[in-house]
């Protein structure tokens, strides 16, 4: 579909650049040949009004096939300068036009993978639904008690659904904000206040997995979204509590330096294998098969919603990791920038 579309838009950019160029080749023929005319003219005035001392006409036959070989000439020329400047305006216009194309394209292959991995994602848990629900169906000696496991069940795979679903959509608007370059609804913000909003959210898990949050974050004034930085770090601290064992601590620091802001969240989890680290931040990635033994939910989509987030804010974020001994994700953010003009629906 490109590759028809891209010799298309070729053809427009030619039609064009060769209408403007063979009607200034006509308006420099025609004004040339009128100054070979006048020129003759002249020449011709001349002649006629010659004389010889003794006032007699001097009669002499001027020859105008110079002139018209002239024009020949000139037309020919043209028509050359007009035959390179297609040649080139065609090899031109057909690497603009990949240019012009290749961010749409871009656009749409993401859309296209975005599509398949959400369809991929969203079939798995439906399909196990349906099939439990057709096997207790065709199970005759299905008793009350086995209708309640059922719908435990069921329950528990709509709540995935539900969470998978709101952030598909929360991917999704993450996405369409950076891809048109432009920025949240920014305002001053403390930087204190948006990791102790991230804690107080995430602190009923960590209690329940008696884990504790401590925090040394200062209270720095940036320019931000308040509200996507908050879900960038309610992401960062949920990963590190679904992957640190019992009575573990997460911490969570700041540094200022070169005008931004780091905060880093580091935790004494299982850690990340070096083979993975370049994956992690890829939508429905979950990192190695250590990480998955842990049986917790998910589906790989908050830290690629993270590095949007941070992307918006001009800003960066980086993992180190060590296999057992824990991980730390580091978000670097300028402290300065310029407001976006769109507000960020948020999702519940």
Do not use: C
Request: no cysteine; proline share 2%.
């Amino acid at each position: 579909m490109f590759k028809s579309t891209r010799i298309k838009l070729t053809v427009w950019y030619l039609v064009i650049i060769m209408a403007i160029s063979i009607a200034f080749s006509i308006v420099v023929y025609r004004l040339l040949s009128r100054e070979f005319d006048r020129f003759q003219r002249i020449q011709q005035y001349r002649v006629e009004h010659l004389v010889d001392p003794l006032g007699r006409p001097i009669i002499i036959d001027l020859d105008t096939q110079p002139l018209e070989d002239a024009k020949h000439h000139l037309l020919l020329l043209l028509t050359i300068v007009d035959f390179i400047i297609l040649v080139v305006s065609g090899g031109l216009g057909y690497f603009l036009a990949g240019k012009t194309l290749e961010p749409i394209q871009q656009m749409l292959d993401e859309q296209n993978r975005f599509i398949s991995d959400a369809s991929h994602e969203l079939r798995t848990p439906l399909t196990a639904l349906k099939s439990s629900m057709e096997v207790f169906l065709r199970d005759k000696k299905s008793t009350v008690e086995d209708a309640k496991v059922l719908i435990d069940s069921g329950i528990e795979d709509v709540e995935n659904l539900t969470s998978l679903s709101n952030s598909l959509l929360q991917l999704a608007q993450y996405q369409k904000v950076s891809s048109v370059n432009q920025n949240l609804t920014f305002e001053q913000t403390s930087v204190k206040e948006i990791t102790d909003s991230a804690i107080s959210k995430v602190l009923p898990l960590a209690d329940k997995k008696q884990l504790k949050i401590t925090s040394t974050v200062a209270d720095q004034t940036i320019y931000g979204n308040k509200f996507s930085l908050i879900d960038l770090f309610v992401i960062l601290l949920d990963n590190a509590i679904k992957y640190s064992d019992a009575d573990k601590s997460i911490t969570l620091t700041s540094t200022k330096t070169d005008g931004h802001i780091k905060i880093s969240v580091a935790d004494q989890g299982i850690g990340v294998d070096a083979k993975d680290i370049s994956k992690i931040f890829d939508r429905f990635y979950r990192a190695s098969e250590s990480r998955s033994k842990t049986d917790q939910n998910g589906y790989g989509l908050g830290l690629s919603i993270a590095k949007r987030i941070a992307e918006i804010h001009k800003g960066s974020i980086n993992v180190e990791s060590s296999k057992g001994v824990g991980t730390t994700f580091s978000v670097k953010i300028p402290l300065s920038q310029h407001s976006g003009g769109i507000q960020l629906e948020r999702i519940s």
